[in-house]
């Protein structure tokens, strides 16, 4: 079995990594949410959706949050 140390390290590891795309999903997400230009932002939400639906995917975020996010950016885009 595996040593505590090793179990810790890869928590380490797994941490790191969901707030990584955590934080690079917010920032996605107030970068469309500042964008003023209807094309650019038609451009850049299928990629906030994907991220958004992967970290739901990944219990990184709630799935029911993901959906918010995803419902109000798209409202967003449309008042563009």
């Known amino acids: 079995s595996r040593g505590l140390g090793d179990v810790y390290k890869r928590q380490v590891a797994k941490r790191a990594h969901n707030r990584l795309f955590h934080k690079t999903a917010r920032n996605a997400v107030k970068a469309l949410r500042n964008t003023t230009d209807k094309s650019a932002a038609e451009a ?7 991220m958004l639906d992967k970290l739901a995917k990944h219990n990184i975020v709630h799935k029911n949050k993901a959906g918010n996010l995803k419902s109000s950016l798209q409202m ?3 008042a563009l």
């Open 44 to 50: 850049l939400l299928p990629k906030v959706t994907s």
């Open 76 to 78: 967003h885009v449309n």
